[in-house]
């Protein structure tokens, strides 16, 4: 999937990306409460959870690319939502987008490809965590037919203060 207009091109995820993969996402541990993780990750800690997200069934990461460098712009995952096995037809869904690739349309055409990619799999909703404030993940998932269904409030605790959570819901075909 690609688009002249944000230049990105959408793909599953590959070892290959692991590093990359790995600096976006310590990116948002050390510069936002959007993640509740607070220590960064070597490449080899964050392994497991990319070969957790493998290129066929409900968990899948894909990820946006510039179709010239293969410069990673951002990636959108579907997780196991809790592990107990009556919650396997749920997934939990998320997006990070790189720095400076806001405002693009990345995360749009990430979710487009990940839902597409879904549609096949037997999986009944999908949820999506927000910490707040975010208005631009919330316009997203609403954008995407997400419905918030309530919010936890000061459930993390991050940079020396307490972060509320919106969840959002999403029937799936």
């Known amino acids: ?27 948002y541990i050390r510069e936002t409460a959007f993640t509740f993780d607070t220590e960064i990750f070597t490449p080899e800690e964050r392994r497991p959870w990319l070969l957790s997200h493998p290129e066929d069934g409900p968990h899948r990461l894909m990820v946006a690319v510039t179709p010239d460098s293969q410069e990673i712009l951002g990636y959108a995952t579907s997780s196991p939502f809790r592990a107990k096995p009556a919650y396997a037809t749920s997934v939990e869904t998320t997006v990070y987008v790189a720095p400076g690739a806001g405002r693009r349309g990345v995360g749009s ?30 316009r997203l998932h609403e954008r995407f037919g997400f419905r918030h269904v309530g919010t936890y409030r000061e459930v993390g605790h991050k940079f020396g203060r307490y972060w509320d959570v919106a969840w959002y819901e999403k029937a799936l075909p």
């Open 1 to 27: 999937m690609s688009t002249e207009r944000t230049k990105v091109q959408v793909r599953p995820g590959v070892e290959d990306d692991l590093v990359s993969l790995t600096a976006l996402y310590n990116h």
């Open 109 to 138: 055409l990430l979710y487009e490809a990940l839902f597409e990619a879904l549609s096949g799999e037997d999986l009944h909703r999908a949820y999506a965590g927000i910490a707040l404030p975010n208005e631009a993940s919330a």
